[in-house]
């Protein structure tokens, strides 16, 4: 093999391995910008089930005032079902919470998983190392 040949394969390479960078920092850019868009969610999400609460509490209120007067037992029904919505809205919202929280920390892995491929690709190629074959 010639040093022309040999220069030619190392430019190959390092075509390969910046082709590959590229792709790994879109790809973790396109990651970035979910999880972004996924904790402006996470928010939105608190700020509804704080609304929620406060809702709640505001219906606990109610129901307690209204329960002092016995004439009014049809409203006390009510805003106990209304109560009763809101406690499956709030359980509804605290399992699509939990699930946002679980997809988040699966990317956050994800993303620094990638980042130590990508370190240890630049350090194979800044040292001129050639990669272990893989299975």
Request: no cysteine; aromatic share 6%.
């Amino acid at each position: 093999m010639t040093s022309g040949e040999r220069a030619s394969l190392g430019e190959k390479y390092y075509h390969q391995v910046t082709e590959s960078m590229n792709s790994l920092f879109e790809l973790t850019t396109r990651i970035d910008e979910r999880q972004q868009a996924m904790m402006k969610n996470l928010v939105d999400l608190e700020n509804k089930f704080d609304n929620f609460v406060e809702q709640r509490g505001e219906l606990g209120t109610r129901v307690k005032v209204l329960e002092s007067q016995e004439d009014k037992a049809d409203y006390i029904d009510k805003m106990k079902q209304d109560m009763h919505t809101l406690e499956l809205r709030l359980h509804t919202l605290e399992i699509s919470s939990t699930k946002s929280e679980g997809r988040t920390k699966s990317i956050i892995a994800f993303v620094a998983q990638l980042m130590w491929v990508i370190i240890a690709a630049y350090l194979l190629l800044k040292l001129g190392l050639q990669a272990p074959a893989v299975p």
